[in-house]
Each structure stands twice: as C-alpha cells, then as structure tokens.
C-alpha cells in the first residue's frame, strides 16, 4: 500500500471519503475562503460572527480542513489561507468553489440513489430529485448557474490546449453542439480569423449567450442558433461536442451523432472533446466522473466504446489528439 498504510486503514479512509468533501461545501457556501482574503487571517470567533455559525462548531469544521491542507491554524488560532483554500474563492482564477457547493449539495442529494442505479440499471438522479438534470436545472436557475460556473471552471483549462493542439483554421465554419455560453467557439474565432462559428443549444441557452458575447467582430462571424441537437443541428463542415456526448446512453448518444453526420458536408469531421478511459485497473481521474455519469443516464467511455456508437451513427475515428492529460479530442469521419 501507498506510504505502508496498511489496507484496513486505507479502505476506512475511502469509506468516510464523503466527509472532507461535505466539509469543503461547507466552508464554500459559508464564503469562507473569501473573508479571510477580505479580512486576513480571522479566529473562530470572527468567523462564526460573520457567518452565523456556532463559534465552537465552525471551529472544528475548520480544524478538520487544515488536516487536509484546506486553510491554515497558526499558534494564536488564526486561519489563514493556503494554495487549496484559495480555490474555494469565487474569483481565483482556479476557482473551485462552484463545483464544491454543487457537487455537495444537489449531487450528493443525487447520490443517496446510487444503489438504485447500479441494481436497476436506470438514472438515480430521477428517482432521487424526481426529473433529469438537465430540466431540474432549467426549472431552478440559480442552480442552474452555479452549476454552469462549476463546469466552466472544471473544463475551462482545456479550451487553449484543444485549439493549440487541433488546426481550425482548414474549416470554413464551425458548428459548437451544445455550445453554452460560447466561451469556446468565442476562443476558436479569436485564433482562427477566416473561420466562422455557429453556436448550437436549446433556445433558453443560447438567448442567455447573446448577453455574453460583446465582440462586434465576433459577433459578425458567429451565427447563434437554437435548437434541440436530437432532432437536427446545423450544416457545416466540422463539429465541436465538447463534454456532450459523455452526458447520454450509446442509444441517444447516436442519435447525435447521427444527426451531426447527416448535416455534415463532404470531407467534414466531427470532434468529440471528451474523456477516453483506459481499459483494466489502470487509473484516471474521469472513471470516478464516470459513477456520476451512471447517476444521470450517460457514461464516459473507452476507444472501443467510441468506436461502437460512431460506428452505429456512420462514422469511424479518424485519430484521437490528447489534449489535456485526462482529455482528448476523438475526430471522426464518414465512414
């Protein structure tokens, strides 16, 4: 065993794995990683104040954190921030504050059906919070937003990677299924500036996007649609599915899929930017992601999974291109 903890032990430790995670949701939603940069290091005492949290209580949440390098008690019992703590602020650039307070509440609440899914075989999200995701976070948009913050903050590292590491520039327009925001496609133009972009989501999504791209020159070259991606998307002659296709079965993935190929035009590709998981015991960080993706009805998969549902929908991998070292781009043709 790793540092000779001897396995009983380390077992017990991935058995209470839940509550180092509670506890940094905790402390996200208690803004306390932005008092101390406010304010500098602060007792129990002032931070309960400011809080409305028990002085004793908060105090040994805090005491647990630090065990884990999450804030730091000095000799006069003060806490003050460390590298791990500084990412529990809203504005750090490696903010994780979003995914802490989402993934602590709305999916741990999820995860109590985790039983359901692994013995049924359907999504325990629904018959934990009793509809999909994707329109429980449409029916609550606050959460709804601090979800797209955590996911912008989880995936955001990969954009400059992705258009370093693939040429854009050979296509005349650029279709970005399930595009959000359009922080990605906004990026591909920059870099690209005789490539233009169509930016593909729901109707709700993209009138949220029309907000947040300000760039007149942008703007001129990117075309924002919307639409439901099982149904049709827009012609083109390339498509970005970036973290897309993970979100559904083989059966509905293929429906995409399918859909993107039959708008494709000659010569197009299709450019999947997702996780590949290796196969056996070898470890990476998106086979964890993956029980999470049983819990909603989608699945992270390997090449050979790939290659099944391209298969199913007319296409075949061209190449897969590492874009991160947990991220890919899978590039797919007609077959």
Known sequence: MENNVPPHIAITQMIFGFVPAKAIHIAAKLNIAELIAAHGPMNSAQLAEKT???????YRLLRALCSNGIFAEDQTGNFGLTPLAECLQEDHPDSMKAMAISAGGLFY?????????????EPGWHKAIGMGPFEYLTKNPEEGKIFDRAMTNFHGGETQPMIDNYDFSVFDTVVDVGGGNGEVLSSVLKQNQDVKGVLFDMPEVVARAMENISNNELRSRME????????????SDAYILRHIVHDWSDEDAVVILTNCRKAMKPNGKLLVVEAVIPKGNDPHPFKWLDITMLMIGGKERTKEQFEHIFHQAGLKINRIITVTPSISLVEGIMN
């Open 224 to 235: 924002i649609v919307g639409g439901n991606f099982f149904e049709s998307v827009p012609s």
């Open 109 to 121: 609440k999820a995860y109590t059906e985790l039983s359901f899914a692994v013995q049924s075989g």
């Open 52 to 58: 409305g949290s028990h002085k004793e209580s908060i």
